[in-house]
């Protein structure tokens, strides 16, 4: 008898959920966005950190951040809480301002940078639904499949998504 498949989690942080939603209430009709940084283990990410990173573009419809500010922010952070914290980077964040869920191009961009890294990577997307903040995760691994995450909410099943959860932890 086979073993059922795993499906990877992402576990955040509260403090990492409510500094998202911080600075995409401070930023308004314009995206942000930034670094996760935490740690794997087994199928899981899970989120401690998350790290604003300014724009090199940021519209209501779109945020551009250079390698080189995301690597910045990264540093900073290791810097701040000491080299022998251990936590590295585990994906990006980024807000949409209107009630739209993840884009074709973020799942692109997703995939490609899973394509390069070495283990799982995760994007999490914040959206206005109504008057608060929801979220969107993905998990995506580096053989270029697509996990979808979604807090407490089933959708229909695709090729290259499959609904579980994103749990928040304390």
Aim: proline share 7%; net charge neutral.
């Amino acid at each position: 008898m086979t073993e059922p498949v795993q499906h990877p989690r992402i576990l955040l942080s509260e403090p990492a959920l409510k500094h998202t939603m911080a600075c995409a209430d401070r930023t308004g009709r314009h995206e942000t966005g930034g670094v996760l940084l935490g740690f794997r283990s087994g199928s899981d990410v899970f989120v401690t950190d998350a790290v604003e990173v300014p724009a090199e573009i940021a519209t209501s419809v779109r945020y551009v951040s250079t390698e080189e500010a995301r690597n910045v922010a990264i540093a900073s952070f290791l810097d701040r809480v000491g080299s022998d914290h251990p936590v590295g980077y585990v994906g990006t964040w980024h807000s949409h301002p209107g009630n739209s869920k993840a884009s074709p191009t973020d799942k692109r961009t997703l995939r490609a940078e899973a394509a390069d890294a070495p283990d799982l990577v995760v994007m999490l997307v914040l959206f206005l639904g109504g008057e608060r903040w929801r979220l969107d995760g993905f998990v995506a691994h580096h053989h270029k499949t697509l996990e979808y995450r979604r807090p407490h909410r089933l959708l229909r099943r695709d090729p290259w998504v499959t609904p579980a959860s994103v749990v928040p932890i304390s």
